[in-house]
């Protein structure tokens, strides 16, 4: 009652003194949070202070001990507005790989102009950093505000920012196993959830905006350049295209390098369609760059086409004939196999998610075609057999629920305490919340009570999880995504002025609970392998209120 009435900022020293201010404590009311409630009185800027230098004392606990205060702390300073973001993105910072921080950091963001700064620190913790299990939603999430935001003041920064992540993401062992397509970067629909395909169209979007900016093109084209790959010739197209001020020889030398690759992309077309048309000098230079068929493989070979073959005739969509002198028979070879082949498929981007993603044993309008609980029966028995097709799983099961609840939520809101008994597996349940959370606005507002009912049993039971496929991207292997999903709906739900007024304290237990059940902060800004301003530790140090007080 003090607190709630405390007026003099002055009182907090004596007060932190006496430890009667002091770091939150399980399963404890936090006294700082009748500081900064809806009805404060003393200073918002005083308050971040003392925010801040809790955030300090954190750092004297165990490394196990820290996640639970430090998310206290966000939480209190996102309460307090943009002056508070200061606090909040130091938490992130610390936390980078923590679903906890990011969705309070994208909370508190919310509702921001995308131009904050805000935004920015967010998408730098959340890219490259996020579950595969969210299948790309908060990736996509920061990426439109940190490109819809883009100012003359800030679009250096998050170019530099995109360009840096684009390129770890590039770097790392799973970027081979990333399904490309063939339309240019810049063109809708690629049907992708890999944050390296989502931050690599974002980027190269964004170069057409900071040209027109006044960005130098030379300095775009350093950054991408050494992004690793395909990836980094691509965008190095999008550049180089529009530059300008970049000489006519240095575009042709990259196109050359170009047709090293196994096809031609939207983005190769691009930069050739402004390079047409070619002196005779450099349709020499193309044509020893694209070579010579190879001689055809002795019949006992497998298939009647040379080794490179298939690499001409695909180009052969946008080269210049003088470039494909001597290649007639062999374009035709596999023309007579695979067809002519098509300017257009560089215009049609292909669907990505049907071979990435797999498939439900029960496609979505096979469970819509029943009841919610005889559909959660269902799903609740299906199991994996050897006989099963490739890439069918539970996730695609889960997803499919997913789907019908999020078009039919109201029927799937009945009984939901019902509903999660019966689905019993996490990845069911996961995918059944956030089902609700996607189209929170189409049901009731005396949902609360009922989704909280729900909640009580999955923390009750804890049922122990089925093995369900080979790893835990086949199914879930533990609760850590279902907790995320009960904090995200009830935000959801209060969003929505739910019938929550009543619960308030259990859903604040439940939000702290979930970062008290999270692992301690594993350092993962070490472990970047490629440690770049906005990856590496001693830039991460500089950018804190901390660093940059002992830098001043």
């Not at 002795?298 to 052969?316: E, F, K, M, Q």
């Not at 070879?333 to 990505?352: E, F, K, S, W």
Request: glycine residues 6%; charged residues 25%.
């Amino acid at each position: 009652m003090f607190l709630e009435r405390l007026q003099d900022p002055d009182w907090l020293e004596p007060l932190r003194a006496a430890e009667l201010i002091k770091l939150p404590e399980p399963q404890s009311p936090w006294a700082v949070a009748a500081l900064t409630g809806p009805n404060r009185l003393l200073p918002d800027e005083r308050l971040v202070e003392l925010l801040g230098q809790l955030l300090n004392d954190v750092q004297a606990l165990d490394r196990a001990d820290r996640p639970a205060p430090s998310f206290e702390i966000m939480r209190n300073a996102a309460w307090l507005g943009p002056v508070g973001h200061r606090v909040v993105v130091a938490v992130l910072r610390q936390y980078p790989t923590e679903e906890w921080a990011h969705m309070m950091a994208m909370s508190a963001a919310s509702g921001l102009d995308d131009s904050d700064p805000l935004h920015m620190a967010a998408a730098d913790a959340v890219i490259g950093n996020e579950s595969r299990h969210e299948g790309g939603y908060r990736t996509k999430q920061v990426l439109a505000h940190l490109v819809g935001g883009v100012t003359p003041t800030n679009v250096r920064e998050r170019f530099e920012l995109l360009a840096h992540k684009c390129r770890r993401l590039a770097s790392s062992e799973r970027a081979k196993y990333v399904v490309t397509d063939v339309t240019a970067l810049t063109v809708d629909g690629w049907d992708d959830d890999e944050p390296l395909v989502l931050v690599a169209n974002a980027l190269a979007r964004l170069v057409a905006t900071a040209r027109d900016m006044g960005v130098p093109n030379s300095w775009m084209l350093e950054l991408v350049s050494r992004i690793p790959g395909e990836w980094g010739e691509r965008l190095e197209c999008q550049v180089l295209a529009g530059a300008n001020e970049i000489g006519r020889n240095d575009k042709v030398a990259h196109l050359v390098r170009r047709l090293r690759s196994e096809t031609a992309t939207g983005d190769d077309r691009l930069l050739l369609d402004g390079l047409t048309p070619f002196s005779s000098e450099e349709i020499l230079e193309l044509r020893d760059a694209l070579g010579q068929p190879a001689p055809p493989p002795p019949s006992s070979d497998r298939g009647p086409l040379g080794v490179n073959w298939a690499r001409a005739w695909r180009w052969s969509m946008i080269l210049p004939s003088g470039v494909l002198v001597g290649w007639d028979e062999a374009i035709a070879a596999v023309a007579a196999i695979h067809g002519q082949p098509d300017p257009t498929a560089l215009d049609r981007p292909m669907r990505n998610a049907v071979f990435s993603h797999g498939f439900s044993p029960y496609p979505p309008e096979d469970l819509a075609a029943i009841e919610p609980l005889a559909a959660a029966e269902l799903a609740a028995a299906w199991r994996p057999s050897a006989g099963d097709a490739w890439g069918v799983s539970a996730r695609e099961l889960a997803r499919s629920i997913e789907s019908v609840v999020k078009d039919d939520p109201v029927a799937w809101i009945d009984s939901p305490a019902e509903i999660v008994r019966v689905l019993r597996e996490p990845v069911y349940i996961n995918h059944y919340l956030r089902g609700l959370k996607a189209s929170v606005a189409k049901l009731p507002p005396s949902t609360g009570t009922a989704v909280l009912r729900a909640v009580a049993l999955i923390r009750a039971e804890r049922w122990p999880p089925t093995t369900l496929g080979r790893d835990d991207y086949d199914y879930e292997s533990d609760w850590t995504g279902v907790d995320s999903a009960v904090v995200e709906l009830i935000d959801a739900l209060a969003d929505r002025d739910a019938d929550l007024d009543d619960h308030l304290d259990h859903c604040w237990s439940l939000a702290g609970k979930a970062a008290s059940d999270l692992p301690e902060d594993l350092g993962s800004v070490e472990s970047y392998a490629d440690a770049a301003r906005h990856d590496d530790p001693l830039s991460r140090a500089l950018r804190s209120s901390a660093g940059c007080d002992g830098v001043e």
